[in-house]
């Protein structure tokens, strides 16, 4: 069982992981994000843990520090994924449970909810999850079982399986329009743009957004 300290390590750590992606990795907005005040005091035990170098204002992950931060980061998001898609919580709950899980997690087990989850690419907020060992290894026959929505037949129902896109603004549109893992679309129309049905409503999409959301390859196609 993890002491307290471990535990504030691991939030410092995944704190320093969110910043490292955000370009933001400073003591400055590591102050901004530390609210309470405790994260600073933890600084020096982990840089004695080889865990960040400090050089003034400047703080970066070891290597194995950004391994251990890495791990803490795939295992919350991934939680993130299984409360919000399977149990159905909602955000008020959502962070609160995945901080405890990402804590008692075991490897083995994080990658167990990867696959029962067809290997997700985003959290519900849209950040990326850190792929595992088992997402590379299932890279080629996910690939073969997912298809771009544009390449569903008109009238095929099928499952969005993720979203494969490098602009945020239209992930999170698309998620404000419930196109999320796991939801049932059914394409009605290619073209001049695609129309799609979802949740018993008719949404309009630019063909190029229909190429970028991947869905579950129908049975039998």
């Known amino acids: ?14 704190l320093l992981w969110h910043l490292d992606e955000s370009h933001d990795l400073t003591l400055a907005s590591l102050k901004e994000h530390d609210e309470e005040g405790l994260f600073e005091s933890y600084l020096k035990d982990i840089a004695y843990q080889d865990l ?50 990402e804590h008692v997690l075991a490897p083995e087990l994080v990658d167990s909810i990867c696959t029962l989850l067809g ?3 985003n959290c519900p907020h849209g950040k990326p999850i850190p792929e595992g060992k088992c997402c590379i290894e299932a890279k080629g026959t996910l ?38 893992p796991g939801v049932e679309v059914k394409l009605l129309q290619k073209y001049p743009a695609l129309v799609i049905e979802l ?6 999409i630019e063909n190029s957004i229909g190429d970028e959301i991947k869905v579950w390859r129908p049975a039998g196609k």
């Open 199 to 204: 949740d018993q409503s008719q949404l309009a």
């Open 52 to 101: 960040v170098r400090l050089e003034g204002e400047s703080i970066a992950l070891t290597p194995k520090g950004k391994r251990m931060a890495c791990d803490i980061t795939r295992s919350h998001r991934l939680a993130e994924r299984l409360i919000s898609d399977v149990l159905g919580s909602g955000d008020k709950e959502l962070e609160v449970a995945a901080c405890e899980f």
């Open 143 to 180: 690939e073969s079982a997912v298809i771009p929505l544009s390449d569903l037949a008109i009238g095929a129902p099928a499952k969005v399986a993720f979203v494969n896109t490098r602009d945020d603004a239209r992930l999170l549109k698309l998620m404000s329009m419930g196109i999320t």
């Open 1 to 14: 069982m993890k002491h307290t300290g471990d535990y504030k390590r691991d939030e410092l750590l995944e």
């Open 119 to 121: 290997h997700p690419r």
